[in-house]
């Protein structure tokens, strides 16, 4: 939250002197950070970065907006303004400063899949120990790293970061500006790995460069159960780390037990650190089985207690898009379970979607149907990998496999005729035909990655919810 009036998160003079700007126009003080004029509130610093569209170019419209001033790299009308050779290099500096002023004990989260989710539920539960501060949406980049440090009040007391990457070189720098005191990677598995001519090994490398920005005397969160976990715990260990790992083994700081998903969620039965736990969750995918144990590891590494972790993760919803659940009222009276999980997709997090998907009931003549689109940035292995999906479908019971966009065409051809439902190029194509492709008492469920569309076919599922004024 932006701090008060009476305590501005950034005066003019901080700006300046952080990025080593000159200060154009009136004094001001900025209550919060933005790059995109689109979500200036009053009292807003407008960063002008430069990208496809020059951010200079909306100053006037992030003035009209209410902005408070403007860092720039040349002076603009509309308002006072901070000039600086390189507004990106200025808000590295910024977010740093902003690190360095504040007593904050700080984490940092990555990982093929779920770094997001178990992000935000960390956050929940750094909310609930004292003021706390976390990303937004997935700014996770050499973006949203640096704005999520600039917009760090000077008040708090722990934060989180997620660290993404799309290609070899890109975590470590942004670990290295957190500088976290708690690193955690969630799992490595086939996800971008186009761009790693070793393919996952790379992955691998790459999401163990976190261990880089470790403050001394850090602690590493690894998921034990991963193929790399070796590999992560070694270059941790090289920067100096202490260890934890959480998964299924004996030996695991945080073991998972048990996980058995309902309509409702799902119970967790786990030992942390020689201490048995039963739990609740809002989630009821298979994977947050793992997932709760890095949120409440990270969270025991940053001194918050372990009812408030509970707590925090017993009132944690699904993120929109991973794994929100909803009932769809047909126009025909009868109704089915939307499981949007559009977000984003790989083989590891499919895999795990079937898997949740397969452990529902199923109402009497209903059917588990699927509504997929393509995983992108898989490389040459891209066909064999969506073909490859035929397995866990078959082992998940699925009925019905509907699928959208040239990468799926191979999964489709893979699909015994009693599965297979229809194709079609383009995830709008699909979109457009999904009400004759679901009925009363189906679970469905919508995965693929965000590039391909995915979540225009939940849109258009959730779209079919007949309000019928009662």
Known sequence: MPETPTSPLWTADDIARATSGRHHGADFAACGVSFDSREIEPGTLFVALRGVRDGHDFAGTAFDAGAAGALVERVVEGGPCIEVADTLRALEALGQAARDRCPARRAAVTGSVGKTS??????????????????????????????????????????????????????????????????????????????????????????????????????????????????????????????????????????LLDFQPDADGATVSAIMDGQALEFRLRQSGYHWGLNSLAVLAVLRAMDVPLDVALAALAGFSPLAGRGQVRRVRLMSGGAFTLIDESYNANPLSMTAGFRSLGARIVPEGGRRVVFLTDM???????????????????????????????????????????????????????????????????????????????????????????????
């Open 118 to 255: 178990v992000t935000q539920a960390i956050k929940a539960g750094l909310d609930l120990a004292g003021p706390a501060h976390a990303s937004v949406k997935s700014y996770n980049n050499h973006i949203g790293v640096p704005l999520t440090l600039a917009r760090m009040p000077r008040d708090t007391a722990r934060a989180v970061f997620e660290i993404g990457m799309n290609a070899p070189g890109e975590i470590a720098p942004l670990s290295q500006m957190v500088r976290p005191h708690v690193a955690c990677v969630t799992t490595v598995g086939p996800v971008h790995i186009e761009a790693f001519a070793d393919g996952e090994a790379g992955v691998a490398r790459e999401k163990a460069a976190i261990f880089e920005g470790l403050e001394p005397g850090g602690i590493a969160v690894i998921n034990g159960d991963n193929p790399w976990t070796r590999l992560l715990g070694e270059v941790a260990r090289e920067h100096g780390a202490e260890v934890r790992l959480f998964g299924s083994a004996a030996d695991h700081d945080a073991r």
């Open 376 to 470: 992108l940035e898989l490389g040459h292995q891209a066909g064999a990998m969506h073909a490859g999906l035929a397995g866990p479908l078959a082992e998940a019971g699925v009925d019905a496999v509907h699928t959208a966009g040239p990468m799926m065409r191979h999964l489709h051809d893979a699909l015994p005729s009693a599965q297979r439902g229809v194709w079609r190029e383009t995830a709008a194509q699909l979109a457009n035909e999904v009400a004759g492709l679901v009925r009363d008492n189906d679970t469905v469920m919508v995965k693929g990655s965000n590039g391909s569309r995915a979540g225009a076919v939940a849109t258009a599922l959730a779209a079919l919810d007949h309000d019928d004024g009662a």
